[in-house]
């Protein structure tokens, strides 16, 4: 007996194979193929989709785009690795027809196509949306934290500038009383000790000066922090570390649990996130109105009230904040808002009545009170430490009212919101092995996320239809 052997290598075969018969028919590299085939690369925004007529002759955008694709499908995302791909993958060797650029133009691809990829990111989203993989009834929103190519040592605030400024000129005063002292001692000025004191004074004060330099910064822009090799990632925290990063920000759709629009921003928080997020997926999904639901991070009244406006229907938990929860006094979702009396009755059910007007960020605030009922109430030790109490309400907080009301009749919505983000989230950084952005810049890091989230949905969509479906589909 013998195990199973090869060719030698050495050896010319009769018939030399075609590249084809080693890629199977259900093989997803055909599916990117014919997907990319099929897109309008010019109306994406794509460079040099004509070929210019002098010159070295140079790649196909649509080439470079597969090889992006693939790679991203596969965990292989920088050009240099791309490139090593391309000599000895063998599903490469077929897609881009043995094509072997070279990293810095598959680098260049990106840097300078940046804008497009999330064209071509819709363009596969609305393919799915025409295979119905969306159920076009309950978007659920999150965000996670992604590491830029930042250094947490390379990011700095206000306050750490402040920091660093005091500690060096209490460090420069101690060198400079060293020095004086120094001086004395060793009666010749200049020497060896004294000198070295005189070095590290200046460099001290040179690094005294960028951190003044970078205040000043801060200052003029108005700006919180400033990074240093990525200008654009801020420092945010990521579960219980803080980490140098950008935020995404994913609307998904719950039937298929696909990535329906995602945006890459540097805002620190949540906050304010759900209309700028959620809108634009309702419109690929092309409905007037749709469920939305995220955590209560995305808890901001005005965003609540535009998302109705734009015909989202905010699920958002309201977080239990404020000076009344952290004194465990009644909760404001404890008094009830008559509209037609403009009255709020307290625990006690005595009627609060407007008492004074004010401003909140742009809103108008109106604080509702009974200082009467107050200070006979037996329940005050309860409700208020003040003489009396007083429960504001915001210009918008119709609108919090009806997302209590919907919340309460669908309580079940924030375990499904769970169940449908954690999925994308999980593939992206587990499987995919996206804990890092690789490129620089908001906008290059745009293009990066922008096919991380098309290959997700390819994944998925491969898996939920398989690859005849999807090729059907692609080439009708
Ligand atoms: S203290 Fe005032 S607001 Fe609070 S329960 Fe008593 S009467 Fe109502």
């Keep these: ?81 791309l490139e090593a791909e391309c000599y000895r ?51 659920a929103v999150d965000g996670t934290r992604i590491k830029a190519v930042n250094n947490k040592d390379r990011n700095f605030t206000r306050n750490s500038l402040d920091k660093f400024i005091k500690a060096a000129d209490e460090r420069l005063a101690d060198y400079l009383e060293r020095l004086d002292q120094g001086d004395a001692a060793e009666k010749t000025p200049g020497g060896a000790r004294v000198k070295n004191l005189a070095e590290k004074i200046e460099a001290l004060r ?38 140098v990063g950008y935020n995404i920000q994913i609307a998904v759709d719950a039937k298929s649990k696909l990535i329906v629009d995602q945006q890459v921003t540097n805002q620190v928080v949540d906050m304010g996130l759900l209309q700028e997020t959620a809108e634009p997926a309702r419109e690929i999904l092309d409905v007037e ?43 404001k979702d404890e008094f009830r808002y008559d509209p037609e009396r403009d009255a709020y009755t307290c625990p006690a059910g005595h009627e609060l009545k407007p008492i004074r007007h004010g401003k909140l960020r742009e809103m108008t605030k109106i604080d509702y009170a009974n200082a009467e009922a107050c200070r006979a109430c037996p329940l005050r030790s309860r409700c208020t430490d003040a003489s009396y109490r007083a429960v504001s309400r915001l210009e918008h907080e119709d609108a919090l009212d009806r997302m209590a ?4 009749a669908r309580p079940e919505i924030l375990d499904r919101r769970r169940e449908i983000v954690e999925h994308p989230f999980g593939m992206i950084k587990q499987w995919m092995n996206q804990g890092a ?9 745009r293009a990066e996320f922008s096919l991380t989230a098309l290959v997700y949905n390819l994944r998925r969509a491969l898996n939920i239809l398989g690859m005849d479906k999807m090729m059907e589909a692609v080439r009708a």
Excluded at 58 to 69: C, E, Q
Excluded at 89 to 112: C, G, S, V, Y
Excluded at 297 to 321: N, S, W
């Design 437 to 445: 952005f690789l490129t620089r810049g908001l906008e290059k890091v």
């Design 206 to 243: 040179d690094k005294r000066g960028r951190y003044d330099a970078m205040l000043k910064d801060l200052e003029r822009t108005g700006e919180d922090q400033i990074s240093l090799t990525d200008p654009d990632s801020r420092a945010m925290a990521a579960h219980t570390r803080v980490a």
């Design 89 to 139: 993958n063998i599903e490469l060797i077929w897609l881009l027809r043995t094509l072997k650029p070279d990293f810095k133009t598959i680098a260049d691809f990106r840097a300078d196509n940046r804008a497009a990829f999330k064209a071509v990111f819709r363009a596969f989203t609305l393919l799915c949306k025409r295979l119905d993989l969306f159920g076009r009834e309950l978007l």
């Design 1 to 81: 007996m013998t195990h199973i052997s090869g060719f030698e290598r050495s050896q010319l075969l009769l018939l030399p194979e075609a590249i084809d018969d080693y890629v199977g028919l259900d093989n997803p590299v055909r599916f990117i193929d014919a997907f990319v085939d099929g897109l309008d690369l010019g109306k994406a925004g794509f460079a040099r989709v004509e070929p210019k007529a002098t010159g070295r002759p140079g790649y196909a955008p649509g080439d470079l785009l597969k090889l992006y694709i693939y790679g991203y499908l596969n965990r292989v995302r920088s050009s240099r690795r």
């Design 289 to 331: 109105k749709i469920d939305v639901v995220a955590d209560k991070g995305y808890f901001r009244t005005e965003d609540i009230a535009a998302c109705e406006k734009a015909g989202l229907m905010p699920h958002v938990p309201k977080p239990q904040r404020g000076s009344s929860v952290s004194n465990g006094f009644f909760r």
């Design 405 to 408: 009301a919907r919340l309460k």
